[in-house]
């Protein structure tokens, strides 16, 4: 064990919050909670969608991503780095929005989504500041969007690996590209941060990386969408499953800036071969 594995292990706070996080971030999905709610599986439904429906989720998903980025994230004022969160606050305000789409279907989805989706982002940030994060830096805003790309662990996980951290490869993958194709306007570091982009450059980071992620947060998107359409749901679904998805991402987020708390204090493969050591799932 080296000395940062050694410190890590004899702080017994670090160590309560790691042991926190990873409660959190391999907790059940939010596929299975929905799922519970209604009673019965949302997958098979869901490949039932016409194409066209299907398309049409996508592209309200990442319409709603990117614009609660740009609302959220570059408007949160960030004077009180370390002020704690307001969880409550968020959750009550996703209700509100959820009980406004209700079952109204995809018009109501294209109205509702963005205004929750942006709630969820700024509980999210709201995290990511409580844990002492400049919502300023670049590198602040990636890890609050990566959030939308955490669905806890799945089941079908690779044995030596976790939906969190696949998760979290997923992300550095696409900065890596995007770093190339920005090469003299950014410097990326070996797990995706990304320093000195001007505007131009920040604006083509922020649609790319969207993009990349409503891939995956609009599977659950999709999911929320067929159960709020099961008849015994109905419009009183829509306040529920919005207080249950904003509790869920403010649980990932939570746990992801935990994470990224104590990576910067003890390395990202100490934390991440502690991480393994709590699950027994995780190797380097």
Request: proline share 4%; net charge neutral; hydrophobic share 45%.
């Amino acid at each position: 064990m080296n000395e940062l594995a050694l410190r890590l292990h004899d702080n017994a706070q670090d160590l309560a919050d790691l042991e926190r996080a990873v409660g959190l971030l391999e907790s059940p999905t939010l596929t299975a909670k929905m799922a519970n709610l209604i009673g019965g599986p949302l997958e098979f439904a869901v490949r039932k969608l016409p194409n066209a429906v299907s398309s049409r989720i996508q592209g309200v998903t990442e319409a709603a991503l990117y614009k609660a980025a740009q609302t959220a994230l570059w408007t949160m004022d960030d004077k009180q780095p370390g002020k704690p969160a307001s969880p409550r606050l968020h959750k009550l305000a996703a209700a509100a929005s959820g009980a406004l789409g209700g079952a109204g279907g995809l018009p109501a989805l294209a109205i509702e989504l963005p205004l929750s989706t942006t709630i969820i982002m700024r509980a999210v940030a709201d995290v990511a500041r409580s844990e002492g994060f400049d919502l300023n830096e670049m590198a602040t805003r990636q890890a609050c969007l990566e959030v939308f790309a955490l669905g806890g662990n799945s089941g079908q996980d690779d044995a030596s690996e976790t939906g969190y951290y696949l998760a979290r490869g997923f992300t550095t993958e696409v900065m890596r590209h995007l770093s190339a194709e920005l090469a003299g306007t950014a410097i990326s570091g070996s797990h995706g941060v990304l320093l000195g982009l001007g505007p131009k450059e920040a604006g083509k980071w922020l649609a790319r990386i969207v993009e990349k992620i409503a891939a995956r947060f609009g599977v659950v998107v999709s999911e929320k969408f067929v159960a709020q359409a099961v008849p015994v749901i109905g419009a009183v679904a829509g306040a529920t499953l919005n207080t249950m998805f904003t509790a869920y991402y403010q649980d990932m987020a939570r746990g992801h800036f935990i994470i990224k708390r104590l990576e910067s204090k003890y390395g990202f493969d100490t934390v991440k071969l502690a991480y393994g050591g709590i699950t027994g799932r995780l190797r380097l």
